[in-house]
T-cell receptor
Framework: AQSVTQLGSHVSVSEGALVLLRCNYSSSVPPYLFWYVQYPNQGLQLLLKYTTGATLVKGINGFEAEFKKSETSFHLTKPSAHMSDAAEYFCAVTGNTGFQKLVFGTGTRLLVSP | GAVVSQHPSWVICKSGTSVKIECRSLDFQATTMFWYRQFPKQSLMLMAT?????????EQGVEKDKFLINHASLTLSTLTVTSAHPEDSSFYICSAPGTSAYNEQFFGPGTRLTVL
């Protein structure tokens, strides 16, 4: 079974500041981890994913995340926030044994101020 | 590639009527699709797994007689909300897994249902 915890329902940053969105997971099997972004009244867009191999993964729009097995974490970062980054971000996990359902965290709303 | 569409994007209906939402994989085949429900400012809740050619698998607590799912072809799944009530108002999103082995899912743009 898998679960995801996203700390902080809201994160506020200034434009140009570092973005850090936290995600911790629990999985009984080696996990596949995903970050999705959702803009208002839209579906989810994949930012990045970790499956195997390199633990630091780079995604779209300048985001990256690092898989840390010892900390069961997959935090999302971006060096410099843009106003257009304001959205809802979801971390999700699934197992690597056959096809399994995605389990989502509760989401973090990123607010970017000028 | 890997585009999922939904129709309609929004719908308003009267209480007691039924509403059908379509989910299509446009450039790939999907033997499985997933239906989610999202309340305002909340996460996605998986409602059911739609299986082409067989019955859908519903998550615990989801009324299968109220949320009818039909996966008629390898590119189309439909969700019908029967006898809709205001509490069924929500954002419904479908997804389909891609062809990779990594359980990656591609999401539709969602359907906003408002029941008056």
């Amino acid at each position: 079974a898998q679960s995801v915890t996203q700390l902080g329902s809201h994160v506020s940053v200034s434009e140009g500041a570092l973005v850090l969105l936290r995600c911790n997971y629990s999985s009984s099997v080696p996990p596949y981890l995903f970050w999705y972004v959702q803009y208002p009244n839209q579906g989810l867009q994949l930012l990045l994913k970790y499956t195997t191999g390199a633990t630091l993964v780079k995604g779209i729009n300048g985001f990256e995340a690092e898989f840390k097995k010892s900390e069961t974490s997959f935090h999302l970062t971006k060096p410099s926030a843009h106003m257009s980054d304001a959205a809802e971000y979801f971390c999700a996990v699934t197992g690597n044994t056959g096809f399994q359902k995605l389990v989502f965290g509760t989401g973090t709303r990123l607010l970017v101020s000028p | 590639g890997a585009v999922v569409s939904q129709h309609p994007s929004w719908v308003i209906c009267k209480s007691g009527t039924s509403v059908k939402i379509e989910c299509r994989s446009l450039d790939f085949q999907a033997t499985t699709m997933f239906w989610y429900r999202q309340f305002p400012k909340q996460s996605l809740m998986l409602m059911a797994t739609s299986n082409e050619g067989s019955k859908a698998t519903y998550e615990q607590g989801v009324e299968k007689d109220k949320f009818l799912i039909n996966h008629a072809s390898l590119t189309l799944s439909t969700l019908t909300v029967t006898s809709a009530h205001p509490e069924d108002s929500s954002f419904y999103i479908c997804s389909a897994p891609g062809t990779s082995a990594y359980n990656e899912q591609f999401f539709g743009p969602g359907t906003r249902l408002t029941v008056l």
